[in-house]
């Protein structure tokens, strides 16, 4: 029965970290303006920015443009000021940096 418990504490530990970590980082990607660097380019804009009044809206890790899903996420750093997307359509994989990043 103890073991039971102890699984039941430790998922929803996981559940719960797992689930703060995704809101932290949409917040972080909603919260700064991501200019193109590298690779794919995301409708021939120099740069991304997701929040109410933008073409461009995040749902989970894909990239909407008008309502339509282009890109996936694949690698998000607040480390590094970096953002990796892969094309939904060729594959092709870009780069975006944060324009708050402090190099």
């Known amino acids: 029965m103890r073991k039971i418990i102890?699984?039941?504490q430790l998922s929803?530990?996981?559940i719960f970290c797992s689930y703060a970590y995704l809101f932290n980082e949409s917040k972080y990607l909603?919260?700064?303006i991501w200019l193109y660097d590298t690779g794919y380019r995301m409708e021939h804009s120099d740069h991304?920015?997701?929040n109410s009044t933008s073409f461009f809206e995040i749902k989970s890790d894909t990239?909407?443009?008008q309502d339509?899903?282009?890109a996936k996420i694949i690698n998000v750093s607040k480390v590094w000021g970096t953002m990796k997307i892969k094309s939904l359509g060729n594959s092709e994989i870009g780069y975006?940096?944060?324009f708050?990043?402090?190099w």
């Open 96 to 98: 975006y940096t944060d």
């Open 100 to 102: 708050d990043y402090d």
């Open 12 to 14: 929803t530990l996981l």
């Open 30 to 32: 909603k919260s700064t």
């Open 68 to 70: 339509k899903p282009v």
């Open 48 to 50: 991304l920015q997701f």
């Open 6 to 8: 102890l699984y039941i």
């Open 63 to 65: 990239i909407y443009h």
